[in-house]
């Protein structure tokens, strides 16, 4: 198998690993959405808050290891 075999193997478990953790944090209390007809607007505020958060400190203890 080439690099780029293995890099589209551990991109795409990634994208589903998100996709499964997005499915239990993706409609939080505090996220915004309207709904008028057939039209809907969603915005994850704090949703996208959590996400940064977890982010910030995987990438704060990652730092630290190195």
């Known amino acids: 198998?080439?690099?780029?075999?293995?890099?589209?193997?551990?991109i795409?478990?990634?994208?589903?690993i998100i996709g499964l953790l997005w499915s239990?944090?993706?409609k939080l209390p505090g996220d915004i959405s309207f709904k008028k007809g057939n039209v809907?607007?969603?915005?994850p505020?704090?949703?996208s808050i959590v996400v940064s958060i977890i982010l910030s400190l995987i990438f704060?203890?990652?730092?630290?290891?190195?």
């Open 24 to 26: 239990f944090i993706g």
């Open 12 to 16: 795409g478990v990634v994208f589903i």
């Open 60 to 66: 704060y203890f990652v730092g630290k290891i190195k």
């Open 40 to 43: 809907t607007f969603y915005f």
């Open 1 to 10: 198998m080439t690099g780029f075999g293995k890099i589209f193997i551990v």
């Open 45 to 47: 505020i704090v949703t």
